[in-house]
């Protein structure tokens, strides 16, 4: 184990563990891997200073209503994303891009109508979406269309949406998928 943490160290590949973290983006609060910026009225991801190596992004009870591209540059190492109840209308095929790691996501209540197809293309670890809350109406073709094939989504959550078509077949071929 101690020759691969020193082969990372000096490849730079284990941001935190060489050098001293990096200040809390504000006005988040940050606590070991945890980054908590819930109620904190944000409009916009705060971008990450360097690269500190969050596991948990909480943004909870915030403003946001669109995630841009590139959003989530800085955040690389995050594990599970939090954006339960904000004003996001839509989950757009490259608003989640640069969350390679991240195994849980949960974009409850919020006022999402759409999702675009491949939206969760970029995240081949996940393993829990939350869309409980939202004003989705349909599940559109290809949404949940991926090159890894969602292999590790056990937990779709899609509880309290006026839910009426799921126009997508990717959704049936969910190969891993418990609980729905």
């Not at 973290?21 to 991801?45: D, F, H, I, K, Q």
């Amino acid at each position: 184990m101690a020759p691969l943490l020193l082969a990372l160290l000096l490849l730079g590949l284990a941001p935190g563990l060489a050098r001293p973290l990096e200040p809390c983006p504000g006005p988040c609060r940050c606590r070991g891997r945890r980054l908590n910026c819930s109620g904190a009225a944000l409009t916009l991801v705060p971008p990450a200073s360097r690269q500190r190596p969050f596991s948990v992004l909480d943004f909870t009870g915030n403003a946001l209503s669109l995630i841009p591209p590139q959003a989530w540059k800085g955040y690389p190492w995050a594990e599970k994303l939090v954006l339960r109840d904000n004003s996001l209308r839509a989950v757009k095929r490259r608003s989640l891009e640069g969350l390679l790691l991240l195994r849980h996501l949960d974009l409850s209540y919020n006022k999402i109508e759409a999702i675009e197809a491949r939206a969760f293309e970029n995240l081949p670890f996940l393993e829990t979406i939350n869309l409980e809350g939202n004003l989705i109406t349909e599940v559109q073709s290809d949404t949940f269309r991926a090159w890894h094939g969602m292999q590790f989504l056990q937990t779709l959550v899609l509880s309290r949406n006026p839910l009426s078509a799921i126009e997508d077949t990717w959704f049936f071929k969910l190969p891993s998928v418990a609980h729905l």
